[in-house]
């Protein structure tokens, strides 16, 4: 399931939960508990999303409901108040009973809401281990800066529908008597959040983000399988791609000619379904596939052949759908085959870091001169087909890496940092590819060995010789929202090896 769907479900648990507060009281000191706990549960699920989103605490020290409100009233700064504000209002006054297990009512719902957002902070953590770098192509791009703006828009409207809740609290717990004053302090809490401006934060952030794409087709990837399991829906075919893209991004070394060769025809054939006549959208692909037919490599082994198998069953899917008899019914068939766009760009990616190493450990052949030979009691020579390991001079290479560019580069202007993070940054939809000439000199110069293939930190001395350069970090998200006034900023640079 993805981050779209646990949101919805999320959504879904909170307003169950404030309308089932509305107009009642609690039933009993159980019910309480449980509702108490679920709620405190939600706020630092919501505050632990914002941290992974991006790369650490927007505010070091730890603040109670006084400092909270001194950083709520300020202007600016969304995403420090949202932080501080979730933070404060996740703070137990007193330690209450354990919470019971409790089947029905508003606790029930609030429970499943933190729930989900504990999923969803789980499926995020899966891309971006904690205090190391992104091990997958997804989390290189949230670092990068793809996709955080419109999660934190959905987090925030989440928080909405939180205060929302805390609004209507108060009345519930009053129910008189003793529980009154046992719990007097939840209901300051809530009462407290209802009132502060932690809702203007949040309502503000979505504002902010109305236009940014999101995290919602988020998910996490399984290995790939032996054998390969069926694909029959556009859900199993974004499955099946992202167990192989996955395996591959997280072992490069391992990319060997069938991968390069597949993926790019799985390439095509998803631009052919979606592009209809517009032969622009599929040109870079086009131009990859001829490339990567063109050359031989070592046969895959072991999880990197199961992978090449899960990349096959959703080329096999895909052409299916190409067919005149499925063309008629591709939208029921796939329903919005587009999202396999989005999907192939990081496909994209990763093929073309696969590609460096795959050069750079002598995987891949290409084609030499052939040698004329004469049989025994023949009077014809005959050319005998001879290989050499492929170098990041050889035409073939240069054109699958700039094919490959041209994919996914969309005015990147060289720096694959930049390129990573537009991979989540854009929309699922039909775009135009960069022009020709922008993507040659984005990618590939005749005379000297291109900087894509040698890698985003590299760049050429003059004497034949790479060395290290400077990559600037890019900023998780725009603003300065995760510099705290007068500190330093978050980690979170990224560099695609």
């Known amino acids: 399931m993805t981050v779209g769907f646990w949101h919805e479900e999320a959504q879904r648990a909170l307003r169950a939960a404030t309308s089932a507060v509305t107009g009642r009281r609690a039933a009993d000191a159980a019910e309480i508990n449980a509702l108490v706990h679920a709620r405190a549960d939600l706020y630092h699920q919501m505050a632990r999303i914002t941290e992974l989103l991006v790369g650490g605490r927007p ?65 995020i953590a899966g891309h971006l281990p904690f205090k190391r770098r992104p091990g997958t192509p997804e989390g290189r791009a949230i670092r990068a800066g793809g996709g955080v703006q419109g999660a934190l828009a959905d987090l925030a409207r989440l928080t909405v529908e939180a205060v929302r809740l805390d609004g209507r609290l108060p009345a519930w717990l009053n129910r008189g008597g003793p529980l009154a004053h046992t719990y007097r302090s939840a209901a300051e809490a809530a009462r407290w959040t209802s009132n502060s401006r932690l809702g203007l934060a949040a309502a503000q952030l979505v504002a902010a983000a109305k236009f940014e794409p999101g995290l919602r087709e988020l998910d996490t990837a399984r290995s790939p399988l032996r054998p390969a399991p ?43 379904l979606t592009a209809g006549k517009n032969p622009d959208m599929i040109g870079g692909w086009r131009q990859a596939a001829i490339a990567a037919a063109d050359l031989q490599a ?43 766009v989005s999907e192939m760009r990081l496909m994209a990616a990763t093929l073309h870091r696969g590609l460096r190493a795959a050069v750079r450990h002598c995987n891949l052949f290409v084609r030499a001169d052939a040698i004329l030979h004469r049989p025994a009691g023949s009077l014809v020579y005959r050319a005998a087909p001879r290989w050499r390991p492929a170098t990041t001079n050889d035409d073939l290479v240069r054109d699958l890496s700039r094919a490959l560019w041209q994919t996914i580069g969309q005015n990147a202007q060289g720096d694959t940092t930049a390129m990573i993070a537009r991979v989540l940054a854009t929309p699922p939809r039909l775009q135009a590819v960069s022009r020709p000439a922008d993507v040659a000199r984005q990618s590939l110069n005749p005379g000297r060995a291109p900087d894509d293939l040698a890698g985003p930190d590299l760049r050429h001395a003059g004497n034949g010789h790479l060395t290290r350069r400077a990559v600037q970090p890019s900023t998780p998200v725009g603003g300065s929202e995760a510099v705290e006034e007068g500190g330093g900023p978050l980690s979170g640079d990224i560099s695609i090896d």
């Open 298 to 340: 070592t046969p895959a082994n072991g999880p990197a052949q199961d992978a090449a198998a899960e990349i096959s069953e959703a080329l096999r899917w895909t052409r299916s759908l190409l067919n005149l008899p499925a063309q008629e019914h591709v939208h029921q068939q796939a329903r919005n085959p587009e999202r396999l």
């Open 59 to 123: 505010v070091a020290e730890e603040a109670n409901r006084a400092t909270a409100t001194l950083i709520l009233g300020r202007h600016g700064q969304n995403l420090t108040r949202l932080y501080v504000g979730l933070r404060a209002a996740a703070v137990l006054d007193e330690h209450l009973a354990p919470a019971p297990a409790v089947t029905a009512g508003p606790a029930r719902s609030l429970r499943r809401a933190a729930d989900a957002l504990g999923v969803i902070g789980d499926i």
């Open 230 to 272: 069926a694909v029959d829906t556009v859900d199993t075919a974004i499955a099946a791609i992202r167990a192989a893209r996955t395996w591959l991004w997280l072992h490069p070394d391992q990319v060997t000619g069938v991968h390069l060769q597949i993926g790019t025809q799985l390439g095509l054939a998803v631009h052919v």
